[in-house]
């Protein structure tokens, strides 16, 4: 029988930009990234139910490392730089940009990427650019419309409707509704991340 994963178990393991530093690349892992500033490090502290397990911030682009978190012996959730923040310089950017390509292209224990987007903007240039890159390296996606909170509940479902109908095409994606603060959808990202990382 499969275990189930008590994800409030989550320890952080390192910080680091190099390849060299990572965790071992065995057993399975799940990946965060998105646009700076959406929630990210939000959205891993809610489904942990820690407070500052990820470090979150009111000034966008403060992640430059990739953060290793174990769940289990083996069995792993990383938040990924941010991308997309307009005021980190051009060379930083570039270096970020090279790590995730190089950490999504060559990671052998990637199960699968939560890109959090905010509800109130998603699909931004650089998430379709995400998207893309996904698709060539056929990974699966998981969005988690960020902010929710933020929007009327029937607009919020409307927004989820229109993802569904036209931005997921023909990509290996699902979408959902997430908001920290008021623990939306914790426990169906949950689900979707235990499928993942012990199905
Ligand atoms: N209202 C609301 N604010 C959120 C939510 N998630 C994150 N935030 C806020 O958005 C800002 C950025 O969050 P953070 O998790 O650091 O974003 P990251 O850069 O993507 O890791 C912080 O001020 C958070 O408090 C949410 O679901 N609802
Ligand atoms: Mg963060």
């Known amino acids: 029988m499969t275990q189930t994963i008590d994800f409030t178990q989550a320890k952080f393991l390192l910080s680091s930009l190099e390849r060299k530093d990572w965790v071992t690349d065995s057993g399975a892992e799940v990946a965060f990234v998105g646009r700076s500033n959406v929630g ?12 500052a397990l990820a ?3 009111k000034t966008p682009g403060r992640t430059q490392l990739l953060v290793f978190f174990e769940l289990l012996e083996g069995v792993r959730l990383v938040d990924l730089p941010g991308y997309g923040f307009a005021k980190t310089p051009i060379a930083i950017r570039n270096r970020w940009q090279e790590k995730i390509i190089e950490y999504l292209s060559k990671r052998e224990s990637l199960q699968g990427l939560v890109i959090p987007m905010d ?3 998603p699909f931004t240039e650089l998430d ?3 998207m893309s890159w996904t698709d060539e390296l056929q990974l699966p996606v998981h969005i988690l419309l960020t902010k929710a909170d933020k929007l009327s509940r029937g607009k919020a479902r409307s927004v989820l409707f229109d993802v569904q109908r036209n931005w997921l095409g023909a990509y290996d ?3 959902q509704l997430f908001s920290a603060p008021k623990r939306i959808g ?9 499928s993942w990382l012990l199905p």
Do not use: F, P
Not at 40 to 51: F, H, R, T, V, Y
């Open 119 to 121: 509800i109130r903007r």
């Open 128 to 130: 379709q650019q995400m």
């Open 186 to 194: 914790v426990e169906e990202a949950r689900d979707r991340l235990q």
């Open 40 to 51: 990210k490090s939000s959205a891993i502290n809610a489904i942990s139910n820690q407070k």
């Open 173 to 175: 994606a699902s979408v």
């Open 55 to 57: 470090r979150t911030s």
